[in-house]
């Protein structure tokens, strides 16, 4: 490789358009694997199949890559910007090393995948607590912060800001009693050829009780974003265009509370 394409790839050459980039690259990843997750209790054979793994492998791949050069970039721009915000620096830490643990977890499932046919799911166990706890103490971070600056400039926007966070940290916190459920009731160790398994709820069950409440969590949360987010846009309505910003905004909730309602409860 040649010195300009190390250059090229090198973090302390990253601008924003090249975050831009890689932020792109990970929503589409991300929208894809979500994707396949929703309906992968119906594709097995597809999912078990050496193209499925390697779709899976490509997947990790990709947001390895990516989270290193996400999380490099961060602590490059809070140096340059002098930034002093209380636990910053250990914030970062723990998420770094939290976000590489969860590549190496999940590494060992690739590998126990290829190697056996089988995954052990105790890694998943582990997997869910490391990435739903990194969400649930941010956001309760971030929501804190929020009520800190909301005191001092008594903002409407902040707010409802804050709040969202607040939904987002309940949403996490039922979502993972929820994953526990269903794992709880799936077979210790995996295999390629084992039937998909769908746990039966009743509206009188722990499980299904846990789901509702994320779902109205995860609702009231996006709600409250895209209401912040439209009082912070506010100033550029003019520039983009009442008619094209009144189109766009009103589709992405559409998208977002009924449609996506619909889909996680037919799938």
Known sequence: MSHRNLSVLSVSSFDDKKLLVIMSIVVVTLTIDSQIGTIADFIPEQLASNVGIAVFIGIWTIFAVMQYY???????SNKENRVRARYLNLIHKIVTIAQFVLAGIISVVILQISVTQEYNTAMLYSALSISYGLWIVTLGLLARAFFSWYRLKKNVMVLILALSMVAYVVNGIMALCYQFNLLAQNNLIIRSGDVAFFPVFSIATLGD????????ASGVAYLLTWIGTVM???PYIKKLGGIKFWTIMPAVMIYYLPVSSFCSRVL
């Open 232 to 234: 912070l846009l506010q």
């Open 209 to 216: 009780l846990n789901n509702i409440a994320s779902q109205t």
């Open 70 to 76: 996400i999380l490099s970039y961060i602590k490059k």
